[in-house]
């Protein structure tokens, strides 16, 4: 008999480059970006009837938790976890192993971001599946997408030659975002893939990995005597990130156990996937008119080329405009060149400094 | 005694430029653009305590005389006229002139547009008295405004070089639009003033040269035997217009004039002075911030310049823009160049294609 599967939905960004749509209190995961359902929920449905409701966790923030729980109530409601403050995904990922160690021993687990785009479900659950299978005997296992452009946007998994089944392979290296000219050299290589942010190992080898790689992480989640539910649980929590050191997994745990144990795998994915990061993407997964321009919404354009328009309950109308983003909502409206969509950081933090604090 | 003053109002405008601040329902007079009041209402009022208000027509489109007499309830209903359909200005003013005259047969009259900026209102009532000083004799009078830039959106006028007291000039030709080279020259030669659409005359001096150059026009509308209030003024109105050949007073009336019977002066006006056409027009004499950026309503500028944004209840945020318009209103958007201002006709057309009446 092979151990349950649990999935974990990491559900904690804040997604400011979605600003207005998104907000503090709306951010990314909560947006309904593809189709009527949020992102959040699609990730959770799209794992369809293969798990257990009571085997998913949500960990978000924990100003989210009531709306996650609203949207989502199929899921028992000590499993959506409330984090008191980010802390990136090695803290995220070590409570839940903590809490799913709690409830069931002998576990394997699916770590999934909650806010991205897979376009082909079957396939999707499928990669999973061998995922599962490619994971036993304590290989921490990530899925890489094949690319199909030289993207700058996410980073890149160097997989060994070996192939250990068909599309599994040892992880060589973890590549940060690349420039162009090394993008280019990635994608021509055709042994470096898209880290996804996708996970599937046993419970206990993902332990052991932190117990190794990030032990004070672990020690801190896992000297946590309350659960979730229980009343001391918020303050236990509030006080084990407090002194949490913010570490991404696959800086503090993948890249060393890649490096030096060589426990890492990655299967070779070939579901269409997108971290749906900004506006930009969005508009490049969006069918377009003749002239390139992409909308969700009322939109018109005029000798206008390659914009995206996110229309609220307006008409918007564009004469004359290039590689243009606007962003209609009720409250604000965003107008940018699709090249700057990663500087609407700087919108926050001018919100911040003009005080207009109800639009953050 | 010197003859009794009147003032017309031509208020007949769509202003489709403006759109989509400007509509069908609510054409550019009814905008208030440079203050709390529309500019209709604002050139009422510039003319201050000078002029009985039973001594103001306002001549506009049939659909708006409602609108314009809840906007100026100081002016007898009657003297707010409707024309049944636009017939541009010599229509407007031959009709004034006919109606004036029914009322009081001697008469000086100053026919102004109902939607242009003036700066400084006490310059451009001297200025007027100036004007109707010089019409006295027969001369027909127009307002040139001395140049501060080679303007491509104006109409000019050259004047020639006698100075018949200070500031006024005969005129020597009207000129159309110029190409930037054209206004260069214009600009550079002093003899070339704009064209600011505002004419004082002695009534019975321009009905003469009605008769003369546009005897159609004034035989249709000096045959109408209602006048305004009367059961069947709407009635005649409409089959007086149905005729007639829709001509400027410029070109009918003004060109001719000056030509052949050296009829026409023009005075040399100082104040402050726009037509207000287009949004650039708008952006061009609101104070910008360091960048150039200006703003009616909130909006916020982040790595933006010289751009323009017409807020409505939202805040609108600019993020690496350039050289952008921003309008903005309840039901409809518009980004566009700066520079492509006069192509907003083109939005007008497209949404009459795709059905979007309700957004004309």
Redesign the interface.
Known sequence: MTSSVWAVIMAGGIGARFW?LSRLERPKQFLSVFSAEPLLAETVHRLGGQLDAAHILVVTNALHVERTRELLPELPAENVIGEPVGRNTAACIALSAKLIRDREPDSRVIVLPADHFVGDAEEFLCTLERALLACQGGHLVTLGIAPDRPETGYGYIQHGEEEICAGVHPVRTFAEKPNLATALRFLRSGDFLWNSGIFVWENDALIAALEVWLPETWEAVAALSSAPGQPDFGAQLAACYAGLRPISIDVGVMEPAARVAGKVRVIRASFPWNDVGTWAEVHRMLDGDGEGNTTQGEA?F??SRNCHVQAD?????????RD?I?V??????????L??DQ??R??IQ??KE?G?HE?L
């Open positions: 207005p018109l005029v000798n309950r307006r008409t918007v109308v564009l004469l004359g405009m243009t606007v209609d909502t009720p409250d604000a409206l965003l107008v940018c060149p090249s700057q500087e609407i700087q919108v001018r919100l003009e207009l639009l």
